[in-house]
Each structure stands twice: as C-alpha cells, then as structure tokens.
C-alpha cells in the first residue's frame, strides 16, 4: 500500500467549475499536510497547508482534513485554464528529535477546459 | 525576499562521474531538504540538514551524501552515477523541525547518459 495516494487522473473540468481533488494517507502519525501545484518542467509551488481536521480556506483555494478518515482534499472554485497543473498532496510527520520529511502522492494531473 | 536557489539548473553527467548540487535556502529558513523528482512521480525525500547535521535520511543508498554550511546553504553530492540517478533534484527550505511548510527551489535537472 503507497504511504500517499492519489488519483493520477487527468481530472478534466470546464472553465468557472470547481476542481476536487483527493488524497489518502495511511501513517495515522502524520501531523502536517500540504498541496503543492507544480506545472510540467518547473519546481512544485505550494499552494496550501493544513495542521487541524476541518476547512480552511485561502482565495479560490479550500483545503479540508480528516484524520479520523485518513483523507486530505483541495477545492478549487472558479477554475481558470491557468490551473491546469499537477497537483501534488504530501504528508509529513514529526518525530522528537527528528526532523519532518514529507512523503508525496503521485500527483493529480487537472485540466482545465475552456 | 530571496526565495530558494540552485544550481546548477542543468547538468548532464556519464555513468559512474560524481556530481555536486548546490542549494541557497530561504532567507530566514536554517533546514534544508533534499528531494529526488522522476518524471511522472512525486518527489522522493532523500535527506533532511539542520544545524549542519544530517537529522533524517529517506531511502537512498550511501552514493548520495550531503553537507549543511554555517550559512544554511547545502550541497547534495551523487558518486558513481547510474541511469536511474537521472531525475529533477530539488532543495525545499523551512524553519527548524516544527514541521511547517517547506518552500522549493527551481530544481537541478541531472542527466546521467
């Protein structure tokens, strides 16, 4: 079982729809969880970050989390074609004295259809 | 606000060469991270530098090795490159080990042939 899952996709939705992409995890020690866009050749961006279960909201953007389900969503409202990206969930953990690494989903690939 | 540097942005080695990735943090961030990106995966997590140590090491073998200096900057080091080192390196950036976001860098695009 991979430690992060998502749909690979492509998720395809017409401009002004709202974009929901998933993302699972399966460490139920993970305390931090991030989406991150990241357009074909360049570095990943990040677009949202989420501590607490519940919503939050930054923009366009709505990120929700449930630990008890193990599950970390992004909304996007209004989508533009300047969305169409990958869009990468990750996870990571703390551990006393360690540092926190992240561990990625594959990436969901949206497109955005005019 | 300086955000995350590298280089070199590309760089196209031969089997078994050595190589050096060089990483600027964020100005203000002091931990740097280390990811290996092959295309059409996500990004996998090689090692983790702070207060010039090595504080967490994901699964990659010993060829790869690194450094923190007193100016937070980091260099990742690849020896006896293979083809499957070829991939999209990239330095993230963050504050201490609390866990918060971590900020990436323009990525070294290396080419083993």
């Known amino acids: 079982q991979k430690e992060v899952e998502q749909n690979s996709g492509p998720l395809s939705v017409p401009e002004g729809a709202i974009a929901s992409l998933n993302c699972t995890y399966s460490?139920?020690?993970?305390?931090?969880f991030f989406w991150y866009r990241q357009y074909s050749g360049k570095s990943p961006e990040l677009i949202m970050s989420i501590y607490s279960n519940g919503d939050k909201e930054d923009g366009r953007f709505t990120a929700q989390l449930n630990k008890a389900s193990q599950y970390v969503s992004l909304l996007i409202r209004d989508s533009q074609p300047s969305d169409s990206a990958t869009y990468l969930c990750a996870v990571g953990a703390v551990g006393t004295g360690t540092a926190s690494k992240l561990t990625f989903g594959t990436g969901t690939r949206l497109q955005v259809t005019l | 606000d300086a955000g995350v540097t590298q280089s070199p942005t590309h760089l196209i080695k031969t089997r078994g060469q050595q190589v050096t990735l060089r990483c600027s943090p964020k100005?203000?961030?002091?931990?740097v991270s280390w990811y290996q990106q092959a295309l059409g995966q996500g990004p996998q997590f090689i090692f983790q530098y702070y207060e010039e140590e090595e504080r967490q090491r994901g699964n990659f073998p010993d060829r790869f090795s690194g450094h923190q200096f007193p100016n937070y900057s980091s260099e990742l080091n690849v020896n006896a490159l293979l083809l499957g080192d070829s991939a999209l390196y990239l330095c993230?950036?963050?504050?201490?080990?609390?866990?918060?976001?971590?900020?990436f860098g323009p990525g070294t695009r290396l080419t083993v042939l």
């Open positions: 993230a950036s963050s504050l201490g080990l609390a866990g918060g976001p971590q900020f």
């Open positions: 100005s203000g961030h002091d931990t």
């Open positions: 460490d139920r020690g993970s305390q931090s």
